[in-house]
């Protein structure tokens, strides 16, 4: 009798290289509105964005550096001191 050896399902999760706007909102867990507005400023400090027919996509990196380049928070009261 064969012995039968079971393999266990490994989901391979890939980082998608590109988003659209509405999934980089959530991603960055902000609005679709304040991502198009960061888009319209163009590289002098805002994001991006890359055209795909009609679609604009944002380069899951280009969004992480964005985000890393934001100023860190300081409450009001640390600022106080």
């Known amino acids: ?9 490994v989901e391979d999760r890939l980082d998608p290289l ?3 706007v509405e999934q980089a909102a959530r ?7 304040e991502l198009y507005n960061v ?3 163009g590289l002098e400090g ?4 890359k055209k795909l027919g ?6 899951t990196e280009d969004l992480r550096r ?8 300081r409450s009001s009261k ?4």
């Not at 805002?46 to 964005?49: A, F, Q, V, Y």
């Not at 009609?54 to 380069?59: A, E, F, M, V, Y």
Request: charged letters at 25%; a positive charge.
């Open 46 to 49: 805002g994001l991006e964005g």
């Open 18 to 20: 590109a988003m659209t």
């Open 54 to 59: 009609r679609r604009t996509l944002i380069l």
């Open 27 to 33: 991603a960055a867990n902000t609005s679709r509105s």
């Open 39 to 41: 888009l319209g400023r």
């Open 78 to 81: 640390a600022q106080m001191d």
């Open 66 to 73: 964005y985000l890393r380049s934001l100023p860190s928070y």
């Open 1 to 9: 009798m064969k012995k039968k050896f079971e393999n266990p399902v």
